[in-house]
């Protein structure tokens, strides 16, 4: 078995420590604003605030070092921010031999897998099933004044805008 620099993987395992403390302060302030979420949404508002919170910091470094170890180095977790973090530093703290944990949200944490599950079924719901064509789906919104801008509209609509939808305001 190889050996590991305890000091490094001590280093490593507070630096872990650190962004988790930061996604669930940030995750508890954002969720204290008078902003309702639905439940159906929550556990990926949460995860957001996790990721939101992770970008905060330069982890370049950590980067290197998780994968020099031949650990997951963080640079794919957005679906899944908290359990990422949290993984990584389980294995870190395997290695040292005393398995320490990290704080943890009150509340469920999206799962590695579950995120993209989400967040498919969340687009699907929101701009329909993607044409058998092509894999990207994007979603523009436009001021009043640029939707009822005819030659704006004409010109998005040749391009391959498939479907626009006015403000109630503006019944067609």
């Not at 998780?66 to 703290?93: K, P």
Request: glycine share 4%.
């Amino acid at each position: 078995m190889r050996d590991f620099d305890e000091t490094l993987l001590r280093q490593l395992e507070d630096q872990l420590r650190v962004l988790c403390k930061d996604m669930l302060e940030l995750e508890a302030s954002l969720l204290k604003q008078p902003v309702p979420i639905h439940e159906a949404h929550r556990r990926s508002a949460r995860n957001l605030a996790h990721y939101l919170a992770l970008r905060r910091h330069d982890i370049r470094g950590l980067q290197f070092e998780l994968a020099r170890l031949g650990l997951s180095s963080l640079g794919r977790t957005e679906s899944h921010v908290l359990n990422a973090v949290q993984t990584v530093h389980h294995v870190l703290s395997a290695l040292l031999g005393d398995h320490a944990t990290l704080p943890s949200s009150s509340e469920p944490i999206v799962e590695i897998g579950e995120g993209d599950q989400i967040l498919n079924a969340n687009t699907n719901a929101l701009l329909g099933p993607a044409p058998p064509d092509r894999k990207v789906r994007i979603m523009v919104t436009m001021s009043t004044d640029a939707a009822t801008d005819y030659d704006l509209v004409r010109d998005l609509v040749r391009t391959g805008m498939a479907e626009l939808v006015l403000p109630r305001e503006h019944p067609i």
